[in-house]
């Protein structure tokens, strides 16, 4: 008795084995095609690359004559992806049969095989039925699913009128379900920030749409007053513009005649002293003319006080002109001798003029050869935009943030609007001078930041649209008779 129920046992465990080993088999080879798939979508830096590539791959894996992948936009199907095909037509009849095969699945949120099983539970076939019967294929259509979400659609076209069966069709959805979320992915990423904006409002529209959430939906509803009130409470306007820093006074050392530079005793960021020699022209020929004009000078005495001794009166005043000409002459070169020695006129820091490279170098009478400024004195300049100067008036008080000190904010008073206009970097700006309140330690002249001057009381609605609106007004102008 024992002996006979162990071979029932025995008969029936075989059977059972079996098609564990079966599923067992079928699971790897699912896993393998799963990898390849991933291996080739991932492979692809944009998201149509990576459609074509999936669909290649998944109808060289299966068999199929044609893939076909299709992705919902505004509400339907769009076809992205064809296999075997690099640049197809979407207003093809062929890319317009599939979306309308692909929305008959999506809307129904079920796969379709064509012709279908024995037993198969009735579904709409009516686009399906309509491409097999003009290729003589049959189809398979399984929906693309992520997040809960019918995202597009899959067609699958064989050749003869024998689609896979039940277990093709399990091995396809959960292949389709696993590379749906990559391909998602890969689609997100193309997409410019506007159409992920416009994807995330739809999306919230839809859920307060959707029953329920009515935390939400009350949040929303209570916070549309306090939006409002936000909205027109007035607050401080301020006008934003690029400023830098410039000296007080900006005095520049020029060359006093023509010549050659000999030396160069400092370079910009030195900090000089009043009467500091900063740089020194040559003055050879003046030392040669200098010598000249006294020569003359002596000679010409020589000959008055001769003049003179002799009682030629006529002699004697020719001769004394001409020694105060000579003397004047020698005056004039010796002055031009001390000028060839450019000194600081005050203390200060040299802002501009690198001379230590350019020593030999000939020089032109004008020339400027350093610009020097007060160290402990500054001016601020607001390059405040046209659009905006309107707003800006004398005695203003403002805010102004460095680039080199960005931790601290120093505040300022305008005290001089410029009436001129200057173009520069395509913008068209006014200068307004200000005067810091206090000067913390490690300011340079040159410094550039961002100013911003309290204008008015606005409300955040102005302040948020008013350039929108006065762009509008002026287009709207420009465009009128």
């Given at each position: 008795?024992?002996?006979?129920?162990?071979?029932?046992?025995?008969?029936?465990?075989?059977?059972?084995?079996?098609?564990?080993?079966?599923?067992?088999?079928?699971?790897?080879?699912?896993?393998?095609?799963?990898l390849?798939?991933?291996?080739?979508v991932?492979a692809q830096?944009?998201?149509?690359?990576?459609?074509?590539?999936?669909?290649?791959?998944?109808?060289?894996?299966?068999?199929?004559?044609?893939?076909?992948?299709?992705?919902?936009?505004?509400?339907?199907?769009?076809?992205?992806?064809?296999?075997?095909?690099?640049?197809?037509?979407?207003n093809?009849?062929v890319?317009?049969?599939?979306?309308?095969?692909?929305?008959?699945?999506?809307?129904q949120?079920?796969?379709?095989?064509?012709?279908?099983?024995?037993g198969?539970?009735?579904?709409?076939?009516?686009?399906?039925?309509?491409?097999?019967?003009?290729?003589?294929?049959?189809?398979?259509?399984?929906?693309?699913?992520?997040?809960?979400?019918?995202?597009?659609?899959?067609?699958?076209?064989?050749?003869?009128?024998?689609?896979?069966?039940?277990?093709?069709?399990?091995?396809?959805?959960?292949?389709?379900?696993?590379?749906?979320?990559?391909?998602?992915?890969?689609?997100?990423?193309?997409?410019?920030?506007?159409?992920?904006?416009?994807?995330?409002?739809?999306?919230v529209?839809?859920?307060?749409?959707?029953?329920?959430?009515?935390?939400?939906?009350?949040?929303?509803?209570?916070s549309?007053?306090?939006?409002?009130v936000?909205?027109?409470?007035?607050?401080?306007?301020?006008?934003?513009?690029?400023?830098?820093?410039?000296?007080?006074?900006?005095?520049?050392?020029?060359?006093p005649?023509?010549?050659?530079?000999?030396?160069a005793?400092?370079?910009?960021?030195?900090?000089?002293?009043?009467?500091?020699?900063?740089?020194?022209?040559?003055?050879q020929?003046?030392?040669?003319?200098?010598?000249?004009?006294?020569?003359?000078?002596?000679?010409?005495?020589?000959n008055?006080?001769?003049?003179?001794?002799?009682?030629?009166?006529?002699?004697?005043?020719?001769?004394f002109?001409?020694?105060?000409?000579?003397?004047?002459?020698?005056?004039?070169v010796?002055?031009?001798?001390?000028?060839?020695?450019?000194?600081?006129?005050?203390?200060?820091?040299?802002?501009?003029?690198?001379l230590?490279?350019?020593?030999?170098?000939?020089?032109?009478?004008?020339?400027?050869?350093?610009?020097?400024?007060?160290?402990n004195?500054?001016?601020?300049?607001?390059?405040?935009?046209?659009?905006?100067?309107?707003?800006?008036?004398?005695?203003?008080?403002?805010?102004?943030?460095?680039?080199?000190?960005?931790?601290?904010?120093?505040d300022?008073?305008?005290?001089?609007?410029?009436?001129?206009?200057?173009?520069?970097?395509?913008?068209?700006f006014?200068?307004?001078?200000?005067?810091?309140?206090?000067?913390?330690?490690?300011?340079?002249?040159?410094?550039?930041?961002?100013?911003?001057?309290?204008?008015?009381?606005?409300?955040?609605?102005?302040?948020?649209?008013?350039?929108?609106?006065?762009?509008?007004?002026?287009?709207?102008?420009?465009?009128?008779?």
């Amino acid at each position: 008795m024992n002996a006979s129920a162990d071979r029932v046992r025995l008969s029936l465990a075989r059977p059972v084995a079996a098609a564990q080993e079966d599923t067992l088999a079928a699971a790897d080879v699912d896993a393998s095609r799963v990898l390849q798939l991933q291996a080739a979508v991932l492979a692809q830096p944009r998201f149509a690359s990576a459609a074509a590539a999936f669909v290649n791959a998944l109808a060289e894996l299966l068999g199929a004559r044609r893939a076909c992948l299709g992705w919902v936009e505004h509400g339907s199907a769009e076809i992205v992806a064809m296999s075997g095909e690099v640049d197809f037509q979407r207003n093809a009849e062929v890319c317009r049969a599939m979306a309308v095969a692909m929305d008959e699945a999506i809307e129904q949120g079920a796969s379709i095989t064509y012709p279908s099983p024995p037993g198969a539970r009735p579904r709409v076939t009516l686009a399906h039925g309509d491409i097999a019967r003009r290729s003589g294929s049959s189809l398979l259509t399984v929906p693309l699913v992520s997040g809960g979400r019918l995202i597009g659609a899959l067609t699958l076209e064989f050749r003869g009128d024998e689609p896979p069966g039940e277990q093709g069709l399990a091995s396809c959805e959960r292949m389709v379900c696993l590379i749906a979320p990559l391909l998602e992915l890969k689609r997100d990423a193309d997409l410019s920030w506007t159409a992920r904006l416009g994807l995330a409002s739809h999306s919230v529209r839809e859920q307060l749409a959707q029953p329920g959430h009515w935390r939400v939906k009350a949040g929303l509803l209570a916070s549309l007053p306090l939006a409002a009130v936000l909205c027109c409470w007035p607050v401080e306007y301020r006008v934003s513009a690029p400023a830098h820093l410039e000296g007080a006074v900006q005095r520049m050392l020029v060359a006093p005649a023509d010549g050659f530079l000999r030396d160069a005793n400092v370079k910009p960021g030195d900090q000089v002293k009043e009467g500091q020699v900063l740089a020194v022209l040559a003055d050879q020929d003046l030392e040669l003319e200098r010598r000249k004009w006294a020569s003359e000078q002596a000679q010409q005495e020589n000959n008055y006080l001769s003049a003179l001794a002799k009682g030629e009166r006529t002699q004697y005043v020719v001769n004394f002109g001409r020694a105060d000409a000579a003397r004047a002459q020698l005056e004039l070169v010796q002055q031009q001798i001390l000028r060839s020695r450019l000194r600081a006129p005050f203390d200060g820091v040299v802002i501009k003029g690198d001379l230590s490279q350019s020593l030999g170098a000939p020089v032109q009478r004008g020339d400027v050869l350093l610009t020097i400024a007060p160290a402990n004195a500054y001016r601020l300049i607001v390059e405040v935009d046209e659009r905006d100067i309107a707003d800006v008036r004398l005695g203003q008080q403002g805010a102004l943030a460095l680039a080199a000190l960005p931790h601290a904010t120093l505040d300022f008073r305008v005290v001089r609007v410029t009436p001129v206009a200057t173009a520069k970097d395509g913008r068209n700006f006014y200068e307004v001078e200000a005067q810091l309140d206090a000067t913390p330690a490690g300011m340079r002249p040159g410094l550039q930041g961002v100013a911003k001057i309290a204008a008015s009381q606005q409300s955040l609605a102005w302040i948020w649209t008013h350039r929108v609106a006065d762009w509008t007004r002026l287009a709207i102008w420009s465009l009128g008779s």
